[in-house]
């Protein structure tokens, strides 16, 4: 298994509070993701990063924040977290295409 | 609008039939595709690329691509019930991922 793991693995939040996610990685990969995971809509891009201090935006970014300050750790904020947000989370790294996904973080927003 | 397209299923084959897979992305312009397996409750796992036009084989696995029709598939030969999953079909564009929504495979013992 790639090396990549999400913190924490599960989290129950209200809604108004800030939340962030981590994902650590030890490939040494150059990009990094994150995606949410709803019944219906598969999975869909958050933010990714292509290399320390380099980032953008993805399909449904609206809500959300990401800091790179090392290529290991790719963090993904909620500002205010509403219960719109209550999904699974995954976290995905890749250097040549192939992309490998963490274990996930499932996110409860009440 | 970049689009991935895939029956939801969900899809049934007897244990050590071959299941078929299909996905058609919206994008000629797309160079790489990928099948990935993802078991209930867990992370999605690779288990295919394929960038050129015609057949992949890995195991029991083939991927088969025609660009000109904008499809790709996943044929499974000799079905398990280790392979009921959810399969996920992905294409890049530049440097993002686009997935489709997955189809849902239950081999039957």
């Known amino acids: 298994d790639a090396g990549i793991t999400q913190s924490p693995r599960h989290k129950v939040t209200e809604t108004g509070t800030p939340v962030t996610l981590r994902c650590h990685q030890t490939?040494?990969?150059?990009?990094m993701y994150w995606y949410r995971q709803d019944p219906g809509h598969g999975l869909r891009l958050i933010h990714y990063?292509?290399?320390?201090?380099?980032?953008d935006k993805g399909e449904v970014s609206d809500g959300y924040s990401v800091s790179r300050s090392k290529t290991e750790d790719f963090l993904l904020t909620l500002e205010s977290a509403t219960s719109s947000q209550t999904s699974v989370y995954f976290c995905a790294i890749s250097e040549f295409n192939e992309q490998f996904f963490g274990p996930g973080t499932r996110l409860t927003v009440l | 609008q970049k689009e991935v397209e895939q029956n939801s299923g969900p899809l049934s084959v007897p244990e050590g039939a071959i299941a078929s897979l299909n996905c058609t992305y919206s994008d000629r312009g797309s160079q790489s595709f990928f099948w990935y397996r993802q078991y209930s409750g867990k992370s999605p796992e690779l288990i295919m690329f394929i960038y050129s036009n015609g057949d992949k084989e890995d195991g029991r696995f083939t991927a088969q691509l025609n660009k000109a029709s904008q499809y790709v598939s996943l044929l499974i030969r000799d079905s398990q019930p280790s392979d009921s999953a959810t399969y996920l079909c992905a294409v890049i564009w530049g440097n993002q991922f686009y997935f489709g929504t997955g189809t849902s495979l239950t081999v039957i013992p």
């Open positions: 990063s292509y290399g320390v201090k380099d980032t």
């Open positions: 490939e040494n990969h150059r990009y």
